[in-house]
């Protein structure tokens, strides 16, 4: 077994910081017991039953990271993500997503126009460029990215259901959005990095 000094083991560790910067790494986690029940179908995926319309409550982790901490010891202050969770829950709660190329898009844009439920209507839908895991990763890594980007600005962030999100909670200049892991359940999910 090799021994080390504490000089040879400070050495290396000094040696790592300069070669690789530490990080604080802070996550914030909506589960999939939030509610978040979207319908969506793989249109292409004609090999298996995940082309027919089929629905999960969906769950969405973000992990932030920053070389340093604000002056309470935090990377990100949750507090500032009312605009994502709005944005979440107007993307996914109780919708139909469907992508921009479904080949039946509109029917269900018809389906759409019928209104929303208090109007006897059949669904809230959303177009997005793609679905599954792997894409609601993205949109949502974008979304987040963009909220950030506005409230670092001193901006508003208006959520596309009509709300407007004052930049309230301070954001560091050197917190960034790591990753979005977006779950179907236990099971599946998918991470975007950016």
Same mark, same amino acid.
């Given at each position: 077994?090799?021994?080390?000094? +504490? ?10 910081? #300069?070669?690789? #910067? ?8 909506? %589960? ?34 920053? +070389? ?11 507090? *500032?993500?009312?605009? !994502? ?23 269900? +844009?018809?389906?759409? #126009? ?7 209507? $059949? ?6 460029? *793609? $679905? ?18 506005? !409230? #670092? ?8 259901? *009509? ?8 954001? *560091?200049? %050197? ?5 979005? +892991? ?13």
């Amino acid at each position: 077994m090799i021994q080390y000094t +504490e000089e040879q083991l400070q050495a290396a560790l000094l040696a790592q910081q #300069k070669t690789h #910067k530490a990080k604080y790494l802070s996550t914030k986690t909506y %589960g999939n017991d939030r509610g978040l029940s979207c319908c969506f179908r793989q249109w292409r995926s004609t090999h298996s039953h995940c082309s027919l319309l089929h629905g999960y409550s969906i769950g969405i982790k973000l992990v932030f990271e920053s +070389e340093t901490l604000d002056d309470r010891n935090w990377v990100m202050d949750f507090g *500032g993500l009312k605009a !994502f969770k709005d944005w979440s829950e107007w993307q996914f709660d109780h919708t139909l997503v469907v992508a921009a190329d479904d080949p039946h898009r509109d029917m269900f +844009e018809r389906m759409a #126009k019928l209104g929303l439920q208090d109007q006897g209507g $059949v669904c809230d839908l959303r177009i997005v460029e *793609g $679905v599954g895991c792997e894409k609601f990763a993205e949109l949502a890594y974008k979304e987040m990215a963009t909220i950030l980007h506005t !409230f #670092k600005t001193g901006n508003n962030y208006y959520c596309p259901n *009509g709300q407007t999100f004052e930049a309230r909670y301070p954001v *560091g200049s %050197g917190v960034r959005l790591r990753s979005a +892991e977006v779950f179907e359940h236990a099971g599946n999910s998918a991470v975007y990095e950016g």
